[in-house]
Every structure is written in structure tokens, then in C-alpha cells.
């Protein structure tokens, strides 16, 4: 079974700061991996995706995220924080069963961004 | 063009009541699914559906009925609610495929006394 473990429940940096969220999967076949964010009181909203056409994926509003297979890790990146990038994010595999698609996602990491 | 709705965005019940919570799309997705959200647990798959008539269980199903009779809708009914049930439900839809987006509605905010 494939599996996402995002490390930090919370990140805090200031604004103008480098952003960076951690996401480790586990799949037995080449991944499909995802970010999403969700802002407060808001549904998930995909920031990126991975589907092996690239290791270095950029998505909105200014992130991207590098696929490394010898690391297992997709971890996401903002060179400069904002502080409307305050969400909490999520990274997901994606899977299928019996011919439909899964989200497994991660446990959410919340983003603080400070003054 | 709204996306995915869903309706109502808050509601409280009391313990062995029953309900619905409505979804819909309007992009002709064959693929929806629900969720739900609980702290520091991601979402969890509920049930899911890869089309209309075609209805399947997910990780955490017990004490949810869902049904499929169009595309555009899927609603999850909780048949004898319960304190475990206080969560945040989304619905989402997609193309399918490992590797196509699911959109996401806003949520519905459930709380059971």
C-alpha cells in the first residue's frame, strides 16, 4: 500500500523567508504524487503535481517541488514567504483501486507566516 | 461554471439522528469520492463511485450510505449519527486516473452532541 508522511504538523517562518515543506511517500510502483493547500475555512485546492515527466515541478503562486527517487521525498519549496501562503498543505499519492482513483494523503502541515 | 458544491456548510445534530449532505459537479466527472477531515489524520476516503449506479467502499465507511444516480450527484447519508462522526466532510471529483486532479468542494462542518 502507498503512504505519505509529511514531517512538522507546523511550520513558522517570517515573511520573505524560505518556505519548505517536508513530504516522504512510499510506493511499490513509479508514484503519482500531489500538493494541495487549504486555506482557512476553504476546500483543497491542487498547488502541483507530479507524473514523471519532470523531476522539478512548479506549480502557483510561486512554489515548487522536486521529485527525488533515491530519497523518496517531494518536498515543497518557496524561495520568499508571503503572508497569504499561511495554509495548511497537504501531499498526497495517488493510487488505484479495483479501477478508481485514491488520494492517500499526508497528515497536513499548517504554515505560519510571521511579520 | 461552479465546480463542486456542497451543501449545508455547517450542521449539528444530535446523537441517532440521520442526514444527507448533497454533492454535485457540473465538469461531467465519471469519479467522485468523500472525505473526511479530522486533525492532524489528512483526509480519509469514505466511499467513492466511478459512476452513476457504481458505488464502492473507502477506508473509514461505517455509519455513511452513499448512492450514484446521475453523474452530477452523490450524496452521503448518515443514517444514526454519532460523536465519532464530528468532522469536516469534503466531496471531490475527477477524470480519474492516477494522475488527475480531484477537485475539491468547500466542505461541510458536522458537529453531533
Known amino acids: 500500500a502507498q503512504s505519505v508522511t509529511q514531517l512538522g504538523s507546523h511550520v513558522s517562518v517570517s515573511e520573505g523567508a524560505l518556505v519548505l515543506l517536508r513530504c516522504n511517500y512510499s510506493s511499490s510502483v513509479p508514484p503519482y504524487l500531489f500538493w494541495y493547500v487549504q486555506y482557512p475555512n476553504q476546500g483543497l485546492q491542487l498547488l502541483l503535481k507530479?507524473?514523471?515527466?519532470?523531476?522539478l515541478v512548479k506549480g502557483i503562486n510561486g512554489f515548487e517541488a522536486e521529485f527525488k527517487k533515491s530519497e523518496t521525498s517531494f518536498h515543497l519549496t518557496k524561495p520568499s514567504a508571503h503572508m497569504s501562503d499561511a495554509a495548511e498543505y497537504f501531499c498526497?499519492?495517488?493510487?488505484?483501486?479495483?479501477?478508481?482513483?485514491?488520494?492517500?494523503f499526508g497528515q497536513g502541515t499548517r504554515l505560519t507566516i510571521n511579520p | 461554471n461552479a465546480g463542486v458544491t456542497q451543501t449545508p456548510k455547517f450542521q449539528v445534530l444530535k446523537t441517532g439522528q440521520s442526514m444527507t449532505l448533497q454533492c454535485a459537479q457540473d465538469?461531467?466527472?465519471?469519479?467522485m469520492s468523500w472525505y473526511r477531515q479530522d486533525p492532524g489524520m489528512g483526509l480519509r476516503l469514505i466511499h467513492y463511485s466511478v459512476g452513476a449506479g457504481i458505488t464502492d467502499q473507502g477506508e473509514v465507511p461505517n455509519g455513511y450510505n452513499v448512492s450514484r444516480s446521475t453523474t452530477e450527484d452523490f450524496p452521503l447519508r448518515l443514517l444514526s449519527a454519532a460523536p465519532s462522526q464530528t468532522s469536516v466532510y469534503f466531496c471531490?471529483?475527477?477524470?480519474?486516473?492516477?494522475?488527475?486532479?480531484?477537485?475539491f468542494g468547500p466542505g461541510t462542518r458536522l458537529t453531533v452532541l
Open positions: 507530479y507524473t514523471s515527466a519532470a523531476t
Open positions: 465538469m461531467n466527472h465519471e469519479y
Open positions: 498526497a499519492v495517488s493510487d488505484m483501486i479495483q479501477g478508481a482513483q485514491k488520494l492517500v
Open positions: 471531490a471529483s475527477s477524470y480519474g486516473g492516477r494522475y488527475n486532479e480531484q477537485f
